[in-house]
Structures are given as C-alpha cells and as structure tokens.
C-alpha cells in the first residue's frame, strides 16, 4: 500500500504539542505541555473523549494516521509515542 | 423495598439464547453454549466463596463476553448484581461498599478500564473467561440494613432526577419488559447484530443491547471501551444496529469528515441526552444514515423513539407500545409556553422503586424532570430540564457530590459545580475560592476521589461565589453557565 510521506519525527512533534495547547486551553488547562507525561487526567489533563479529539485533530491536521490498536484507552503513554507510532496517510 | 422475588425470566431467556456475543477486545465470537458454560463454572466457583442469595454484589465488568457471564453467574445464585462502571475510582467503590454492606465486588481488571488497584481487595475467587480475568473480590464489609431484599434482582445505578445518587430496583421481568417494547416499536432486531458503545451497566446499553439481544437471539458486538476506528472499519460494516450516545456520534462524524460516505449500520439510535442539530445533520451527512433518537431514564426504561419505517419522527418521537406519557403542569414549567409542562411515565419497564425507598406502585406515573410538549402528531419534544443534574452523555452527575470532593482539597473554601455546554453536550464545570489555587493539582485530586466523568473540566478560581441573602449559591451567575439552561425555577 502506497503511504503519503509522514512528516519528520520533530516537525510532526511539534505540530502535535500544539494541538495538544490547543485542545487543553479550550479545557481551561494552563501550564506548559510536556511531550513526555501521560496524556489523561495524571498528566495532559486529556479524558477519554479529550485524547479521542486529539487524535482525530492530529490526522486530520498533520495528514497522518493513528493506527486502530492506539485508539483505545491509555494504550499510547504520551505525545512522543503519539508522534512515532504515526505513519503516512494511506 | 420489597422487589417481588422468585420470577427470573432473565435467566430463562438466557436459557434459551441462541445467539452470541462477539468480543472486538479479543477477536473471540461466544456462542450461546459456551457463554453457559462460562457462566455455570463462575456461578460454581462464586458459590463455593460465599456468594448467597439475596447477597448485595457489585458488578464492575467492562463490555466483554464477561459482562453477560457474570451477571447470569451471580442471577443463578440468587445475588443481586450493582451494575457499576468497570472503571469506576477506587473511592467510588469503597463509598458503595460501606454505603450497601456488599461483601463481594465482581471486577474482571480490564486493561485501559479499570482503576481499581489490585491490592484494594482480597481475591476470593478467580476464573478466567476465556482470556479474561474475573476476580470475586472480598471486601469485607458487614452488612447494612441498606440493602435489596428479594433474589436476582438488578440494581441500576442513576444519580437520579433530583439529587444524590441512587440505586434503581428493576427486577428481571422489567427488564423483559423494555426489550419487549424495544422490538416491538424499532422492529429491525430480526437476525441483527447490535454494536453497544457504552458500558453495559447504562441502562440504555443494557436495555437496548443486551436484553433485547438476548430476546431476539441476536449477536451482541462489544468493545471494552469505544474506539471509533475499529466501529468505522468493523462494526459499521457487519453490525445491523449501532447504539450511540451524543459524544461518540460527534467523534464519529469528525473522524470521518472529508473520507467520502463510509460504511455504517443501517440502522444507528442515540440516547441518554439530545443530540446537537449541527451534529445531528453532520453525522448524516458524512454517513448518508438517519439518526434516530431513544428517550428513556434509567427509572422508566426506554419511553419513546423517534424511529419510524417510513421515516424519522420529530423531536425524540411517539411513545413506544405499552408506555403512557402525560405532560403534567408544574412551578417550574408554568410561563414557560404553551403545552409545556413536566413529562410523566407510567410504563411496564417502570422501576420497581429506589433502593431504600418506598415501593412505587405499579400504576404509578413516574415523574422525570424533563420539561416537554407534545405536538399534533403525537411526538414528544424535550425542552429541558426541572433541575440542575448535569447530563453528561446520559451519564448523570450530582453536583454536590464534586462539590464535597473539591471542598476537601487544601485551601479551598468555597465550590459551586454546574454545567457547562458545548456542542455535543453537557459538561461538569466549577467556580471554587480559595489562595493560589494550582487548577491541574486540584483536578488531580478530584481524579482520586471522583469518577473521571465527574471531574470538572473547567475550573474557575473566584474571590467569592455569588450569593443570595440568605446565602443560596447563584449558580446562573457563576462564569460560564450556559444561558440557554436558564428557565425559571432553576
């Protein structure tokens, strides 16, 4: 299956962390996001339905795909994993 | 409360169940036999530990063939199942065991879902489920006169229409009941294959899915928690029915924006709370399906349905069969316009009663709190609500409740919790006071004492709560409250 070119691991970081900001002020979260704490409520601040935005505003925004196994709960462990398990869109 | 005792028509249907239940967490379909005997070797070795009939038991099993299993194990023996969140805090459970005297917690540890450490109780008994793990867990509570009397009857948990949280009683031949009228009013269970969503311990996922599954010898589709994309790739695809709630039907459409019409059930229901009309209209769009609503409580079981085979019904649509609605004239309702007034049920799949309540009787009407109208057509439109319970998805929070666990963080003086409102729905937001309030620690405290739902996802940090003289928190005048839920009475 031809994949469309995934970005570099730190761009694709960097844009990642920013949706995160984004999706956290719009939750009333202050503070600075880290790339390596959890991304619930022990860490981003993110519930359930919050890391499912992220998710979908990553590969929407990024033009990536999250694969299927990661969309359950607390199977990625912070945004670096986000980033990495990320691959071009099909 | 006395439930009637000795009917089990639940276990007779499951008797006689000739469908299965499909397992997307392990890729594993139970046929109906092997779900038996599952659930006779679990019923075996639960009895062996000390389960007895009568006996309170906290059911915390996450949407896996286990959920069907235990919960026939422990009707077997005659125990009456709490049907409680897999995922519910370690603080919610302690709460509910002293509050009940339940001497057994049936939790099966699902990965991703629960937060119960494995150390909060002795393991009593243990048995795998295929590969699931189901521990019989001994809390060592005594007993409280609190408690269900009568055998295998099933305790629904709601934070209720007014107020603190409850156990609803609603034996096995109510359950019969609301599936009856579920089949009997949506008519597509022939052969389906019906994708539940939400935890089966909501009164929606249990009703509409699981029951009527079992009455219809259809196959029921679980995840151990929603996964929009194995819903889209498989369940879309296989299933005849999908059971949503209104934050997952958005998750849906965003996911799948701008890919085309992908495949979906042909046939898609919500509930638990109204649905955005954007949404709504997104939704179809993007998957070419109508959106049918589902009005139920956990109280009433399921009351109306927008579903209609020559075409969607307006508002949440007519009653089902065998349910009677009245619009009765409230305080709270009076001005507000014509025809308006407070929904009232008298239905089969009425609850038998509050835990620790008087009894119902049975021609009872129950009162919802919804504010509603019907129209020239017969339809029911819901406009609100009579009081400030937060909805999240169907999921009820009590604010007092956050409220207690926000006042016991250090520094903090005063709270307020009401709703909040965004596009999918009604969310649990907070004005507290207090000196250099740290709002991520604050919420992390919360995590540890609430069930994640219930943890504001705002926080706002005031120098005083507005008050009335006689001291009544103005929550209408706190930031944020959504104005569209002003109504007078409120």
Known sequence: MLRARKPPNDELLRQ??????????????????????PLDEEGLGLDSMGRLDLFTAVEQECGVTIPEKYWGP????NLGELARVAVGRA | MTPGAGATPLLDLWSGFRGAVDCASSGRTW????????????GRRFARAGVRPGDPVLLMVANTAAFPVALAALLSLGANPFLTFAGAAEATVRRLVGEFGIRHVVHDFAAGVSRL?????????????????????????????????????????????????????????????EARNYVGAIGVYDRCRVTVTTPLTHAFAYGFGLVSTLLTDGTLALDAAFNPKRVLREDALRSTILALVPPMVRRLADLSRGSGQPPMSPHVFYAGAPVDAG?????????????????GTTETGAIATSYDPAGRLAGVGRPLPDVAVTIAERAATSGLGPGLGELCVRSPSLMQGYLGAPALARDEAFSTGDIARVDDEGCLHLVGRVRDVINLGGMKVDPAEVEAALLAYPGITDAAVYPGLRVEGEFVQAAVVGDDVDVTDLRRHCLAELDAHKVPAIVHVLSALPRTPSGKCLKVQ???YPEVLLRPGA
């Open chain 2, 478 to 480: 706190c930031p944020g």
């Open chain 1, 74 to 77: 607390r199977r990625l462990r």
């Open chain 2, 279 to 295: 949404v709504a209209a997104a939704f179809e769009t993007v998957f070419g399906r109508d959106l049918h609503a589902i009005l």
């Open chain 2, 31 to 42: 046929p109906a036999d092997d779900l038996r005997g599952a659930a006779d070797i679990v």
């Open chain 1, 16 to 37: 990642v962390t920013a949706i995160a900001a984004r999706l956290r002020e719009q939750l009333g979260l202050t503070g600075a996001v880290r790339t390596d704490v």
């Open chain 2, 117 to 177: 450490p494995a150390s909060t109780f002795a393991v009593a008994a243990e048995t795998p489920v295929g590969a699931l793990r189901l521990a019989l867990l001994a809390t060592g509570a005594t007993e409280t006169a609190l408690r269900p009397e009568g055998r295998g009857v099933i305790l629904h948990p709601t934070s209720g229409t007014y107020g603190a949280a409850k156990y609803c009683i609603r034996d096995q031949a109510v359950a019969i009941a």
